[in-house]
């Protein structure tokens, strides 16, 4: 479910779960073990992309319908675990994203430190909305940090998906390039950090993201509970289940 | 002072005091009683709208200079319930500014949660400052989280009077329209949100704005005490009686 | 070290260390005495200078490196005493970015009001951390009310110098004109300001920059003593000389 490759001392993790890289908790967890124990493992930068076409789907939705309440709490816990890894991560990291980027997929951008997408007709943003879930408030102030309160709460309200061109220009995403180009050019900018002093780098980017490491870090922090609570609701199931017929029907 | 018109579950109330829209206590009154009023009696989202030309000329600064010190108590403090009033509604609101909106009349676009705009040659902007009043610290906040501290800065320290290509550039409004096009396009905005699972909408519209509804809820939030105490201010009160002269001669 | 000229009530700051306006504790203080004193002595507005081609290179390193650890301790300490003394100033300062603003040039930049910068060849930008000094919280809260948290992530991690262009792009400067009419554009500015009543447009001001002067009143802030600790960093120490030493060939 995850691809490992060291480019010297940049390691990529990518997502692999075809077709279109859902994400289960053995996927989450599997991602969140590899971004703790790459720095042990000399990794000093890391790059996470996904498939070509599909950075990630988000959440696996008919995987949780079909498995229940337990499926659903696991989710919701290991999603919790992946982004306080990917915020509170001792090496930077670039989101290297391949390709359609809704909901849990923009989840993981979001909380890394630096974006590189693909141009054309890939879509991004945070559709949660749109099932019947809310944002996590801590999700949330990662979001502003990228591209303003009043931006944050329209895409996350309206629950909208912007195209690429969109989402760079409200600094959703920071780079854009072809679909080839994506992958080097996250390690391009990898590259590019660990040429300056590493002390000097690693303290100012503390100082840098200090706001968002004190939102996670603390203990009060509201948990993934009102995420398991709305997935029970009827609203959202009955959204849920309508959308995966929906796509059975394509399918 | 104010007509209300329904559009199915979208409930829009227009500011109707010929022939600039000009704020005294009723005016204000009126409004906040509508808006409080609308969710109960089955709005689910509320569009505010002014007359063609003139969303609000602001303030009714010659009632204001005929009515002395009582009135301008009560316009004061009448605005104040009233900006409470709009970044505390349960329901979306969407401001369709018909035309100029200086001072006052940008105070209630920027209270709302999303701003569509008139193209042309209208005005809109925070230009207390030239006519001696400063900028209430909690609408400054609001303002920060549209165009940022530094253009909030510059907007209010300056009293500029903005075109609305400049105001969409840096956020103060969502969206520009023809001015024909201005009321449709906010109630197509309200739909659109009617259009989600309302309470994941509603939910995520709340966690977007709790920083704002913090401050506006805030029991030790400065009320309007500095503005009347400006209000009667010798430098205030010189600038507004000339102010009043040059727009007498002009009519 | 230093030329004041009053253009009627706005007085300028000329720095005028030559050849490149490099730091040095006695430029620091000159300055800072001259900031402190401006308004008892009449002036309404500041505006702080350079020389054509550069406003400042930034900290004299080459001074420090040889006048060792007291001259850097003094550096520090008058760097951060100015950075103060520019954020809590009672009138405006405008700077005139009159070329090369590297590094402590544009610390002392970033803690005016408002920026006006020469287009052309000339760079600006915390490079602080390619030379092995990280970027201090409290200026990294200036720099991102100017460019939000993104971009003041990305700026001081990566410790990229901007051209003019990309540094007006973002916000890190307000205006950008020819140099031969970059002092002239910033007195405008003042000037401008001091068209509007005085005693709306200084609260107005205060209530603006309220968070700002909050971080440096604080008698708990962090003081330069990080920057002291980092300075005597082997990592630190090695790049500086060895980059004193790429000047030294240049020259």
Not at 93 to 102: E, K, L, M, R
Not at 134 to 146: G, I
Not at 167 to 174: F, Q
Request: proline share 7%; with cysteine; charged share 25%.
């Amino acid at each position: 479910m995850l691809e490992v490759i060291d480019h010297g001392p940049i390691r990529e993790l990518q997502i692999a779960h075809p077709p279109v890289n859902a994400l289960r908790p053995q996927v989450l967890a599997t991602l969140r073990e590899a971004l703790e124990a790459a720095p042990g493992e000399g990794a000093r930068a890391i790059v996470v992309s996904g498939a070509p076409g599909f950075f990630s789907a988000g959440l696996d939705v008919p995987f949780m319908l079909e498995g229940g309440q337990a499926v659903a709490v696991a989710t919701f816990e290991e999603l919790f675990a992946l982004r306080t890894a990917l915020v509170m991560s001792e090496v930077p990291i670039a989101a290297a994203i391949t390709g359609h980027s809704p909901a849990g997929g923009a989840v993981l951008a979001i909380c890394c430190d630096y974006r590189v997408m693909a141009e054309g007709k890939y879509k991004i943003g945070l559709n949660e909305v749109q099932v019947g879930l809310p944002v996590s408030p801590v999700l949330h102030a990662n979001l502003r940090r990228l591209v303003g309160p009043q931006n944050a709460e329209r895409m996350c309200v309206e629950g909208r998906l912007l195209t690429p061109e969109t989402a760079y220009e409200i600094g959703l995403v920071d780079r854009l390039v072809a679909l080839e180009e994506v992958v080097p050019t996250a390690l391009e900018w990898c590259e590019k950090l660990l040429t300056a002093p590493r002390r000097a780098m690693l303290r100012t980017r503390a100082i840098a993201r200090a706001d968002l490491v004190e939102l996670y870090a603390d203990p009060d922090r509201p948990g993934p509970e009102e995420f398991i609570e709305a997935w029970s609701n009827e609203e959202t199931q009955t959204t849920m289940r309508a959308l995966v017929a929906r796509l059975k029907d394509k399918g």
